[in-house]
């Protein structure tokens, strides 16, 4: 069984800062690419950024020059610094992992999510 487990989201007001963290657990080979989702009430989920494990980053427009995607592969953690907070940036963010767990199967693992608010 493979879990992850985010942490470090809670209420910021605009133009601060916050770091989320993601913790894979379990029983696995490998993981490879890593990454956070969000989703906004209303709107649909989408992709905010994602790491490959040889350090290869994406980011979606909107958080380009403000968000950085890192990982600790020693230690299966993911982490989004997120500055210059905006109030658009309100979600729900969801980490994700693409892991190996056995020889022949390889899947999207996701965590429960962790609530970023963004107000004055």
């Known amino acids: 069984q493979v879990h992850l487990v985010e942490s470090g989201g809670g209420l910021v007001q605009p133009g601060g800062s916050l770091r989320l963290s993601c913790v894979t657990s379990?029983?696995?080979?490998?993981?490879?690419?890593m990454g956070w989702f969000r989703q906004a009430p209303g709107k649909q989920r989408e992709l905010v950024a994602d790491?490959?494990?040889?350090?290869?980053?994406n980011y979606v427009d909107s958080v380009k020059g403000r968000f950085t995607i890192s990982r600790d592969n020693a230690k299966n953690t993911v982490f989004l610094q997120m500055n210059s907070l905006k109030p658009e940036d309100t979600a729900v963010y969801y980490c994700?992992?693409?892991?190996?767990?056995?020889?022949?199967?390889?899947?999207?693992?996701w965590g429960q999510g962790t609530q970023v608010t963004v107000s004055s």
């Open positions: 994700y992992a693409n892991i190996r767990t056995t020889a022949w199967s390889v899947n999207d693992y």
């Open positions: 379990g029983s696995f080979f490998s993981i490879y690419t």
């Open positions: 790491i490959t494990n040889d350090g290869i980053t």
